[in-house]
């Protein structure tokens, strides 16, 4: 019983001082620690046996190859060949929906990775689209399309597929836009390809949530992974090479 009291007395100062403490925190530091070929010079084997088994299932699927990519591409604000290349592949992807959309939206929040040239592995793209975001659709009016592009313009640019114009500035005003070589009609409607994360009006672009008609499938297959895979095996099968190039899309004025 008097080894009990002791603990419990004991216990009782440690947490009086740890309430009362005195100490401040003087400085945060950081550093980056770069993994690269270096770390593999002088493998430990027992570790690289312990993995093996397991590399080799996790080889087997993430593995086969999609398909081949004519340079490296990155994403990157206004306006990137990779957020080019996927709002571009949303617009591919929507006839299979029976959609005819005008226009695609890909947050660049959600491109998650590079892509290296030449083979794209099904790894490679569940790395630049990890999450369980589906391909959807909704109609904007004119109205609520321009107000899209100004929370894009003030997020200093988004994927938008081709034949979109924007013109922004660098504080992250909208200057200017253009779809398909025509101005914005406030009375018209526009049918939009996008994801459906982004309709709940996420990723700082509220607007979407004021769309309607809305087609947003949530089968798994229906996932944007497997779209751009689906893409990637379709140009390999005629022999291409996936390209995108950065075309203008979004243009900062200085």
Not at 30 to 37: E, G, K
Not at 88 to 112: C, Q, T
Not at 234 to 243: L, P, R, S, T, Y
């Amino acid at each position: 019983m008097r080894k009990e009291k002791i603990i419990s007395l004991t216990m009782g100062v440690m947490m009086l001082v740890s309430c009362h403490s005195h100490y401040q925190l003087a400085s945060v530091e950081r550093s980056r620690i770069v993994m690269d070929s270096r770390y593999d010079r002088t493998p430990d084997e027992t570790a690289a046996r312990f993995v093996a088994p397991y590399k080799q299932e996790v080889d087997s699927v993430m593995g086969p190859v999609m398909g081949q990519l004519a340079h490296n591409m990155t994403a990157d604000r206004p306006e990137s060949d990779l957020s080019n290349l996927l709002s571009d592949i949303l617009i591919w992807g929507s006839a299979d929906y029976g959609e005819k959309p005008v226009l695609g939206i890909y947050n660049m929040g959600g491109i998650r990775a590079s892509l290296t040239k030449g083979e794209v592995t099904y790894g490679d793209i569940l790395d630049v689209a990890p999450f369980e975001n589906k391909i959807s659709f909704t109609t904007l009016s004119g109205e609520t399309l321009l107000e899209l592009f100004r929370q894009i313009a003030h997020r200093g640019g988004e994927g938008v597929s081709r034949g979109c114009e924007l013109v922004i500035s660098s504080d992250g005003q909208l200057l200017s836009a253009r779809l398909h070589g025509q101005e914005i009609d406030t009375q018209a409607d526009y049918r939009v390809a996008t994801i459906d994360y982004l309709l709940g009006g996420n990723d700082g672009m509220p607007a979407f949530k004021k769309g309607r008609d809305v087609n947003s499938p949530q089968d798994a297959r229906n996932n944007t992974r497997f779209l751009i895979m689906d893409y990637f095996k379709q140009k390999a099968a005629k022999g291409e090479m996936v390209d995108a190039q950065v075309e203008g899309r979004i243009v900062v004025k200085k």
